[in-house]
């Protein structure tokens, strides 16, 4: 049993609190902390397992659960009103035992075509308001998804630290925020820019999709939401099946072929639809 653990801030990353706690701590091997915490010598950001082996070694008294630390802490929240009941079930359970971390595949990640950040990212003025609250700065669970360009807060743009996602030094080893970022100045987004208000009002969405709690749709239920609302603003015929033509002429109107690109979302060559 470990003789502390800080407690987790608001939206913070369960890899962020772990790599306070090192700091904290002074092992001589940084590599150690990893195996103190999880009983291997691994630091995943975004998907961590072996959590139950966490929550056995916490000092006594604590309230955590490997569920809390889930919802609150890892980036699951996003990706599960999307996966099915009992897809989210075989990975929460994966998150909480020792088997091999096979969840990046399991969520269709590692297939998808959004890459992951090449660094941890901050926003500057998160970084200000987090030392001003907490006395240092964190990593936010928001700021390192996929496709995310903007802090959904303060409507600036992320920035990169040193703290790198998958280098062969750092995959053992957990970084905090506060050795790993430099002063920058905020990049506030242009509001009068349709671009750069779409990527506030994704981010905004990703925020809530964190933090909601409520049960996930089936599969159909959302596709049949998806389409009465197509059907509502005349790209659905009542037989169920969608006008993809018109539908892909409307989409690339409103959402340009360089926005698309810039999101990592391009469609390709729309003569093939």
Partial sequence: MIGF???????ELLYSACAR?????????????????????????SFPNRLAHLISVLPAGHT??????IDDNTLLRFYSPFISDQRARVIRKEMAGQQEN?????LGINAGRLRVPSKLRFCPDCVSADRNAYREAYWHRVHQ???????PD?????????????????????LSAELSIDDRKPRRINTNDQYEEL????????????????????????????????????????????KHTELLKEFTR????????????????????
């Fill in 5 to 11: 653990f800080p407690d987790p801030y608001p939206d």
């Fill in 64 to 69: 955590y659960t490997v569920d809390k630390l």
């Fill in 154 to 174: 303060h409507a600036v743009f992320l920035e990169l630290s040193s703290a790198g996602w998958r280098e062969r030094a750092s995959i053992a080893v957990f």
């Fill in 199 to 242: 990527f506030l009002a994704i981010a905004r969405e990703a925020q809530w999709l964190l933090n909601w709690r409520g049960v996930p749709p089936t599969k159909s239920a959302l596709r049949n939401r998806y389409w009465n609302q197509l059907l509502r603003i005349g790209f659905a015929y009542y037989n169920g099946r969608i």
């Fill in 145 to 151: 998804l996929p496709g995310i360009e903007v802090c």
């Fill in 254 to 273: 409103f959402y340009s072929p360089s926005l698309l690109q810039r999101l990592q979302s391009d469609i390709g060559d729309r003569n093939q639809t």
């Fill in 102 to 106: 096979r969840i990046h595949s399991r």
């Fill in 21 to 45: 706690f090192g700091d904290r701590s002074g092992y001589a091997n940084v590599a150690d902390v990893a195996r103190e915490l999880f009983g291997k010598q691994i630091a995943n950001i």
